[in-house]
């Protein structure tokens, strides 16, 4: 998609996420994996062919399945890097999120089979730079927003990689899940999002859904702060949080009518609900 950043597109399969590979004169960085040892290994061939020899690293935006849990294809063979809080959250919830995952049905149940969950070879605190030649790339610790170890990968000032901070033309995906996760921080996620505009990336390659601008990140975030001020004002009046998550699964539906995953709505009013 531009000097020697490559993505894999999702073409909005479901459970399939944006896949980016990043090219420098002496490494290669691949930026998620896809669900399952299978699709990890076809984004680990994609990577070979492009490294031609050269090192290989391997980041995740954060540790959801479909992002992270191909990873074992790439152990030993690439340098797995995340930060601390991405690399505990995966040993809190990892096994638990492979038994919610095969419910999705038996396709993704497939791809799961023989899932290994791995650890990063190297764990960084706050922010990480990695120097591929010609190619320069900061790895940022942003959650807790979208999940409690969520990390934006910029490249050269330019290409930024949101995982699921930002879907194009889909409601995000909000991962309230009690008792198993109750760690999306829905508030911080809207500050997030301003952070990631105010960085002015030409090209925003998000978690899902087609690549955009610095200027696309605004409509999660409009939609966020539009359910977290429809949220605050339903539970002044009382009403109960399934009430308030139906009403506004409604109301957002009609806003923004071209979205996907409208079953996301109501998760992000019990997200904004439980935050208080
Ligand atoms: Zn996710």
Do not use: C
């Not at 638990?96 to 999705?104: A, N, T």
């Amino acid at each position: 998609m531009s000097d020697g950043v490559y993505v894999i597109p999702d073409n909005r399969v479901p459970i399939v996420p944006n896949v980016g590979i990043v090219v420098g004169t002496r490494a290669v960085l691949v930026v998620d994996t896809g669900i399952g040892p299978r699709n990890g290994a076809y984004v680990l061939e994609r990577a070979r062919r492009l490294a031609d020899g050269k090192p290989l690293f391997l980041t995740t935006t954060h540790f959801h399945p479909e992002h992270g849990f191909g990873a074992s294809a790439f152990k030993g063979v690439a340098t797995i890097i995340a930060n601390r809080a991405q690399r505990d959250e995966l040993r809190r919830k990892g096994v638990g999120y492979v038994d919610m995952f095969r419910w999705l049905g038996p396709s993704i149940a497939a791809e799961l089979e023989g899932v290994e969950l791995v650890e990063p070879d190297l764990v960084y605190d706050g922010d990480a730079e990695l120097d591929l030649g010609g190619r320069h790339v900061v790895l940022r610790t942003v959650g807790p927003a979208h999940s409690a170890g969520d990390q934006t990968v910029l490249v050269d000032d330019r290409v930024l990689f949101t995982g699921d901070l930002f879907e194009t033309r889909m409601f995000p995906i909000a991962p309230y899940f009690p008792p198993h996760d109750v760690d999306v921080d829905p508030r911080r996620w809207i500050g997030v999002l301003d952070e990631l505009m105010a960085l002015g990336p030409e090209v925003v390659v998000p978690g899902h859904g087609e690549l955009t601008d610095a200027q696309g990140l605004r409509a999660v975030r409009d939609y966020l702060d539009y359910v977290r001020a429809e949220s605050e004002r339903l539970r002044t009046a009382g009403t109960p949080a399934d009430e308030a998550a139906a009403a506004v699964a409604g109301s957002a539906h009609d806003r923004w009518p071209t979205w996907d995953n409208a079953e996301m709505i109501g998760l992000a009013v019990h997200a904004f609900y439980a935050a208080g």
